[in-house]
């Protein structure tokens, strides 16, 4: 083991003695204590010892993993918690520092960039966010009371955010109700198996539509921003991100012949084909088996593992969310990402989600809003490159980044009659409006609350 000059040397003098404990605890139990090597790194603001076991020279290995040796294991190592690896092989992660600690409850931010979806914050207080083209499919599992359906509220809400067009599956009527009248659902919320069925092939349905789209316009697109930049180009109409969430998915895949039944070949299919398109499908499980999902699981790009039960641990593991089987009941909304690790999402107060169901105010950020109503202020609604990089305080680079983004979500047309400039949209102008009656509206309530 090489000293990394940037760790503490007390930390490299420890991991040397718990390689020596480690040796020492195998052959106690007949194990072969082969190590092929052992890194300290830091990571999150934690020094990490990982152990590397040598399986070419063990061969069976089963005995390494046990849930009862990580805890005789840790016993032995005077409480320092002992892990396995999410990656191949057989890694032990020992924590030399504390474990740090996360806050148990996160409300979702408001400063979201537009284009971009946060899932949870990570121990170092970092918030996990990506791309929406990025996400890919996403699976949630977690028992009831985890955390798992206020995480995929979180998702539809900040999908509502961005104007991509939702398609939900809600058997229980608990998890989406307040969106029921929103006007970017594509299509009404199934409320049963055979609607959420029905929900899929129209999902599949919209993506014969977009390839027939792609196939027809030069260029030849492979994926819906490269479409979108195309269709901008020409002034044709650009296509909406979609996104389509089952939540409580098990008892949906039990009822439509489980992994075998056309439900799961169809999101499978959904799953190799939609991605190119902008769809992207989320579901939520408690039980999530090969026999239950079938091919389903191997479409997905992400998993998040909630609670879950002991039964269930392997499973967890296999999917890349080891431990999740011992997150605290007491712990809502904590979760292990596959890609990330442990973090905690987002919790969603009432009152956010029902101003999500009841308005598409939200869609139009602070700092669109002010650019777009100085635009409108000055009299012909013109948003060119120039006006853009003065009034937003941003490079030309960034202007035309944000005008192709506007275009795509239907804030700004070009207009053939005004020098083919981008414009203000009704759409954009309706908002607007809304938002100051809301705003008058309020004013009002406060100073008639006041005088009271």
Known sequence: ???????NHRYFLEAEQIAKTLSASFERRNLKPFFTNLFLVQDLGMTILIVVLD????????????????????????????????????????????????PRSIELPRDIPQGMVSLGMRF????????????????????????????????????TRNGIQLMLAD??????????????????????????????????????????????????????????????????????????????????????????????????????????????????????????????????????????????????????????????????????????GPMQSYFVPKRLLLSAGSSTLDALPEFERSLFSRAMESGDGKLTLNNIAEWGSVSQHQARKLQSIWAIRGWIAKEGNRDNSFCITAKTQGLLSNRQTTQTASNRTNRSQTQN
């Open 171 to 340: 058997i229980d009527g608990t998890t989406f109700a307040m969106l029921a009248e929103h006007p970017l659902l594509f299509a009404p919320i199934a409320a049963s198996p055979q609607e959420a069925l029905d929900l899929i092939l129209k999902a599949l349905a919209e993506c014969d539509r977009r390839a027939a789209l792609y196939k027809s316009t030069p260029g030849f697109p492979e994926n819906m921003d490269e479409y979108n930049a195309l269709a901008v180009k020409a002034g044709k109409e650009p296509l909406t991100r979609i996104l389509v969430m089952l939540d409580e998915s098990s008892s949906v895949f039990k009822a439509m012949g489980g992994g075998s039944g056309e439900l799961a070949g169809r999101i499978a299919e959904l799953g190799w084909r939609g991605r190119k398109f902008g769809i992207h499908f989320i579901f939520g499980a408690q039980e999530f088996t090969k026999d239950l999902v079938g091919a389903v699981r191997e479409q997905v790009n992400m998993s998040i593992a909630f609670r879950v039960k002991p039964t269930s641990a392997q499973i967890a593991k296999a999917i890349g969310c080891t431990n999740a089987h011992r997150i605290p009941a007491d712990r809502p909304g904590f979760a292990i990402v596959d890609r990330f």
């Open 1 to 7: 083991m090489t000293e990394p000059t940037q760790i």
């Open 124 to 159: 170092n207080g970092q918030l996990i966010s990506m791309r929406w083209s990025d996400l890919g499919h996403l699976l949630i599992v977690g028992m009831t009371g985890s955390g798992k359906s206020s995480m995929m509220r979180s998702l539809a809400i900040q999908a």
């Open 55 to 102: 399986t070419t020279r063990i061969g069976d290995h089963s005995q390494y993993i046990q849930d009862e040796l990580l805890h005789q294991l840790k016993t032995e190592l005077g409480g320092r918690s002992v892990y396995l690896s999410n990656t191949t092989g057989v890694r032990f992660v020992i924590l030399l520092t504390a474990l740090p600690k996360l």
